[in-house]
């Protein structure tokens, strides 16, 4: 950003993965980065739960999570054997990628397109077989495993720039109270939105994108 781009100060935002890498750019670079927003909460704190209510909440993520262990399982240890049979089958690709997205969005009535066209959905999965990239996209599983990126470090110091949290009411990663994340940022704007679900960018965009123009106008 500021090597190639010449940004002397910017603003990130992420979901997912994204939200990771934003934590780490608000951590390790905040002289330039002056602000991140984020819509999930992929890190944690090295301390963990504090209260009651803290705890609860890791009790009930690690539970609901159980049935989401399987595919980060496979990822996080054998990538490699996955990738040779999803791209040698698109429909493989296609079943591995719908669950998530079914799953995982705020959806009418159990209804995949109501939130999604055939186009949308079809194109993502395209851009995995297309440039036979299902390798190198699960390959980050297993790299966070290796390197135990969920949580940061031991000397881990608050993140003070300004932080913007956006909650989707149908997030599959439960976010913790207020207080946990209070914690880890320097929160300043908090959105509990009305729909929406891990995937926000693609459910809800203007939702999205009216929130971080919100919290852009607060910090600049």
Excluded at 42 to 60: A, F, I, L, N, V
Excluded at 165 to 171: H, N, T
């Amino acid at each position: 950003m500021t090597e190639n781009l010449e940004y002397k100060n910017y603003l990130a935002q992420g979901g997912d993965w994204g939200a990771t890498i934003a934590n780490w750019i608000g951590y390790d670079h905040s002289k330039s980065c002056k602000a991140i927003h984020i819509n999930c909460l992929t890190m944690r704190h090295q301390d963990g739960p504090q209260s009651k209510e803290e705890q609860e909440w890791q009790d009930r993520f690690d539970k609901d999570q159980i049935m989401q262990d399987g595919y980060r399982t496979q990822q996080a240890t054998k990538p490699q054997t996955l990738s040779y049979g999803m791209m040698d089958s698109p429909v493989g690709v296609a079943a591995w990628i719908i669950e998530k997205m079914y799953s995982w969005s705020d959806l009418k009535n159990g209804d995949i397109e109501s939130v999604y066209s055939k186009d949308t959905l079809l194109a993502n999965i395209m851009v995995y077989v297309v440039t036979k990239t299902f390798n190198t996209a699960s390959w980050i599983y297993y790299g966070r495993r290796e390197e135990g990126g969920r949580f940061f470090p031991k000397d881990f110091k608050k993140i003070e720039i300004p932080t913007g949290i956006a909650v989707f009411p149908a997030e599959m990663s439960e976010w913790p109270p207020r207080t946990y994340v209070e914690r880890i940022f320097n929160v300043t704007h908090w959105t509990k939105m009305k729909r929406g679900g891990h995937f926000a960018a693609m459910e809800q965009p203007e939702l999205l994108v009216n929130d971080i123009v919100e919290f852009a106008k607060k910090t600049t």
